[in-house]
């Protein structure tokens, strides 16, 4: 199946100006050439060229497309196989038209993700370069499509080579101590060996440092708006959203359902989640809600309490404090247009160390300084996408963290003293677990299921 020629629509179905099938392979200009009709025949022209013609369909000698068909020969493509790109008409009827041709020619259609199956099989990039490719596509903020082109142009590949490569040259020198020691090579000492597995431990560690902060400009920050009925949790939403999302009155318990939405706040992405005032109530439908709420609160990765300036201090209001406790909150005190009510000595003594922004959403004050907050809280204030190798996809994570764990089980057995033909089989597993991220020490069956989750066509 990996020589025999793919083809797939790579452009999102639904009605546009144009879609795009992509077939790669060795017969792929063979197969085009079956169906192409214009000027030249498509076997001749040179590569990386676009020519203007039609598509005939082979069965009823019919023009079945108007096309433009983009030519690249190997090994300079993305694939580094021969592949054509044909540009047809966006609509459904005609891209899967042209599709079901180039299949009836023989093509394969191809699986998800088989392009840059192929681009890393070919050895065009390595795993985590693949893998950066879906989170380009998944990007929702400019930062994090920073972050997954700087891991798809190999800064993070060349990282781990440099750390892989530091590591293989500590086991060589080991190997040549014990295999060959009348050789004059210099002694690996237990403080040369200790001193070059601290080096490899510390650049790791760095590494791991980025890990939170790479996580969640790729999967964004699970955020939750939580307070009682009426606070204004939904034109917080809808102030962040810059949209009026949800529903917003004066009549408390309109919410009654979790609204959830993704809003770019100084670059950082947040699933933001409006949930259902959090109060007793008899209403079955906002109980329901209600519990909803809950539950999302224990899955937060920021909580935005919203409280009342114009309400005293409740008892449910305190109940919440206790449910973040722990958390990463930020106490947000709303209606500060109105009198007065709520006891701000009390407030800060319950937030305790937590931000505390005041807001009149009505009036769209605060917004500024409670988005600063939320990037403070988490960046320090400003995301160096640009400057910083971050980490950010978990198994990524996952592994290094595991390298890191087999790095110090090592430095353990040099400190008390365990031979060093020990130690090296620590030092050669750290190697491999490295090697994972990268694609050079992983099982086919892990290939096939990250490039499983890929979209067709990519």
């Not at 990007?139 to 800064?155: I, S």
């Not at 431990?201 to 964004?220: F, M, P, S, Y």
């Not at 430095?411 to 089989?425: F, K, R, W």
């Amino acid at each position: 199946m990996e020589y025999e020629t793919i083809a797939a629509i790579s452009t999102p179905m639904g009605e546009g100006a144009i879609a795009i099938v992509r077939l790669s392979g060795e017969e792929a200009i063979k197969i085009a050439d079956l169906l192409y009709k214009g000027k030249q025949r498509l076997a001749s022209v040179d590569t990386h060229t676009i020519h203007y013609g039609h598509l005939i369909d082979p069965d009823t000698k019919q023009v079945a497309e108007e096309v433009m068909v983009s030519v690249m020969r190997g090994p300079r493509t993305f694939t580094k196989e021969d592949i054509v790109e044909i540009n047809c008409h966006g609509g459904l009827v005609s891209v899967n038209r042209v599709l079901e041709l180039v299949l009836r020619s023989g093509a394969r259609l191809a699986e998800p993700g088989e392009f840059t199956k192929r681009a890393f099989l070919n050895g065009r990039i390595d795993l985590s370069q693949a893998e950066a490719v879906i989170d380009l596509i998944r990007a929702k903020t400019d930062r994090a499509m920073n972050v997954a082109l700087n891991q798809m142009e190999g800064r993070l590949s060349t990282l781990i080579a440099s750390l892989r490569q530091q590591l293989l040259e500590t086991v060589a020198h080991v190997e040549v101590n014990i295999d060959y020691p009348e050789y004059d090579a210099e002694e690996m000492t237990k403080d040369l060996l200790s001193t070059q597995l601290k080096e490899v431990e510390k650049e790791i560690a760095g590494i791991l440092v980025t890990a939170r902060q790479g996580k969640i400009l790729r999967e964004g920050l699970s955020t939750v708006i939580v307070g009682r009925p009426n606070v204004g949790k939904s034109s917080l939403l809808n102030s962040l959203v810059h949209e009026n999302k949800a529903i917003v009155t004066d009549v408390p318990g309109t919410t009654r359902d979790v609204i959830e939405e993704y809003v770019n706040v100084r670059g950082v992405p947040l699933r933001l989640v409006d949930t259902a005032g959090i109060r007793e109530t008899e209403d079955l439908v906002e109980r329901i809600g209600v519990e909803r709420s809950r539950e999302r609160l224990k899955q937060a990765d920021l909580i935005l309490l919203v409280l009342n300036y114009n309400d005293e201090l409740t008892h449910e209001d305190e109940k919440l404090f206790e449910a973040v406790k722990g958390m990463d909150v930020i106490v947000i005190i709303n209606k500060t247009d109105l009198d007065k009510k709520l006891d701000l000595d009390k407030v800060k003594e319950l937030a305790e160390e937590h931000p505390m922004i005041t807001t009149s959403l009505k009036h769209e004050q605060g917004i500024d300084e409670l988005e600063q907050s939320i990037s403070e809280l988490f960046f320090a204030g400003e995301v160096e996408s640009q400057d910083l190798t971050y980490v950010s996809n978990s198994r990524h994570i996952a592994l290094l963290e595991q390298s890191r764990r087999t790095l110090e089980d090592a430095l353990e057995a040099v400190e008390t003293g365990m031979p060093v033909d020990m130690v090296q089989i620590d030092i050669t597993r750290t190697w491999e677990i490295l090697g994972e991220i990268i694609g050079d020490t992983v099982s086919d069956s892990l290939i096939d299921q990250l490039f499983s989750q890929f979209c067709l066509g990519k």
